[in-house]
């Protein structure tokens, strides 16, 4: 499977109003492979006991830092499955993350045990605690 798009436009840019179908929000679990992520999606409400995996796009002008704990969003074709292997296309900054808790699309407790392993501070905006 192989990917032209350019990692540049993976990162700093406007998340998406509405996610595509087949499209999830997922947390970076650990490197697989060359490129290969397992992910595990943030909204699938179904028991789902199998990390999924995903692909950054094959073409870099730049180096990229996805490290454990962090977002994304991915794309499966075929739905969640085991066996498919998903593209990552988009990596959620910590402005990102921000504006999707303030816009309610995110909730803070979906993401708080992630912003605790990164150091990131989210406020929730409907009062004053932080999530650290």
Same mark, same amino acid.
């Given at each position: 499977?192989?990917?032209? $798009? ?27 492979? %060359? ?15 199998? %990390? ?15 490290? $454990? ?17 998903? $593209? ?16 309610? $699309? ?20 409907q009062s004053s605690e932080s999530y650290y």
């Open positions: 499977m192989a990917f032209s $798009r350019i990692v540049r436009d993976l990162e700093y840019q406007e998340v998406p109003e509405v996610l595509e179908l087949n499209q999830y929000f997922c947390v970076n679990i650990h490197p697989v492979g %060359n490129l290969l992520f397992q992910v595990k999606p943030l909204s699938i409400t179904e028991t789902f006991t199998n %990390n999924l995996t995903a692909q950054l796009p094959a073409k870099f002008d730049k180096k990229i830092l996805f490290g $454990r704990g962090d977002l994304c969003i991915c794309t499966f074709n075929d739905g969640v499955s085991s066996d498919e292997i998903g $593209r990552i296309d988009m990596l959620l900054t910590k402005e990102n993350l921000k504006e999707l808790v303030k816009d309610g $699309r995110i909730a803070p407790s979906e993401i708080k045990e992630e912003a605790i392993y990164n150091n990131y501070i989210l406020e929730d905006v």
